[in-house]
């Protein structure tokens, strides 16, 4: 399974850019798909999930209300809309994927099977 990961760049505090995370696999419709990321020097730490059969999702607390996690209707692509963006953002970006996680497991990196390339994304001040 792979995924591919899009959209970083770079912007200032205060504006907004969107990654996606696309596949083409038939059983991507059964996976939860979650989105990471990792700054120099810190450890990889959960942002948002998706689960593409049903929809629901889980956010980390630091970016509640700012980032919004969706997917497309053909579940071939998750999208993770930030708004309000902090020099605190800046990391690189991962999608992850798996078929057989617990909601209970989906903040933990470890649990997922599958990950895409990360993509840079720079807030400046």
């Known amino acids: 399974v792979q995924l591919q990961a899009s959209g970083g760049g770079v912007v200032q505090a205060g504006g907004s850019l969107r990654l996606s995370c696309a596949h083409s696999?038939?059983?991507?419709?059964?996976?939860?798909v979650g989105w990471f990321r990792q700054a120099p020097g810190k450890e990889r730490e959960f942002v948002a999930a998706i689960s593409l059969r049903d929809r629901s999702t889980a956010y980390a607390d630091s970016v509640k209300g700012r980032f919004a996690i969706s997917r497309d209707t053909a579940k071939t692509t998750v999208y993770l809309e930030m708004n309000s963006l902090k020099p605190e953002d800046t990391a690189v970006y991962y999608c992850?994927?798996?078929?057989?996680?617990?909601?209970?497991?989906?903040?933990?990196?470890?649990?997922?099977?599958?990950w895409g390339q990360g993509t840079q994304v720079t807030v400046s001040s």
């Open positions: 696999e038939r059983t991507f419709g059964r996976m939860v």
């Open positions: 992850a994927a798996d078929t057989t996680i617990i909601r209970s497991s989906w903040s933990m990196p470890a649990q997922y099977d599958y």
